[in-house]
């Protein structure tokens, strides 16, 4: 049996899923990007008239990704520090890695979660970066 889990300070979904399920005492975030809730921003994002990325700040997207994931974690009753997994999803592993790693070494400096870190050709919307994370929930 699984509960869902909606946050109502998170970006909304782009499609048909949960912003988390928990399952026993596993939260299981569905994939979180950096845009902001209730508009089509994305921070670190410039888009041309025809929506495609003409330019974006890898750091930018980073800390709101973090920031949504921590919004969904915390909403959901569990912590940062209780995240056990975490998968990464990048658009461009040669010139973004350096930087994103950075910034997680930062925000995981006392926690540090199995990681996995994939290189994509795309995402659901224009972004360079998104997570998908597995905490633990009492």
């Given at each position: 049996?699984?509960?869902?889990?909606?946050?109502?300070?998170?970006?909304?979904?782009?499609?048909?899923?949960?912003?988390?399920?928990?399952?026993?005492?596993?939260?299981?975030?569905?994939?979180?990007?950096?845009?902001?809730?209730?508009?089509?921003?994305?921070?670190?994002?410039?888009?041309?008239?025809?929506?495609?990325?003409?330019?974006?700040?890898?750091?930018?997207?980073?800390?709101?990704?973090?920031?949504?994931?921590?919004?969904?974690?915390?909403?959901?009753?569990?912590?940062?520090?209780?995240?056990?997994?975490?998968?990464?999803?990048?658009?461009?592993?040669?010139?973004?890695?350096?930087?994103?790693?950075?910034?997680?070494?930062?925000?995981?400096?006392?926690?540090?979660?199995?990681?996995?870190?994939?290189?994509?050709?795309?995402?659901p919307t224009p972004?360079?970066?998104?997570?998908?994370?597995?905490?633990?929930?009492?």
């Open positions: 049996m699984s509960e869902r889990i909606d946050s109502q300070k998170a970006p909304e979904p782009v499609g048909a899923y949960p912003h988390a399920r928990r399952v026993g005492n596993l939260l299981f975030l569905s994939g979180v990007g950096p845009r902001e809730r209730g508009t089509k921003v994305i921070p670190g994002v410039t888009l041309n008239e025809s929506g495609e990325i003409v330019a974006y700040d890898i750091e930018v997207q980073c800390r709101s990704v973090f920031k949504n994931v921590r919004t969904i974690v915390e909403e959901a009753g569990s912590g940062w520090d209780r995240i056990v997994d975490v998968t990464v999803f990048l658009t461009n592993m040669k010139d973004d890695f350096a930087k994103y790693d950075s910034i997680y070494a930062e925000y995981f400096a006392t926690n540090q979660p199995a990681r996995t870190t994939v290189e994509i050709t795309a995402l972004i360079a970066i998104e997570l998908k994370v597995i905490a633990t929930i009492d």
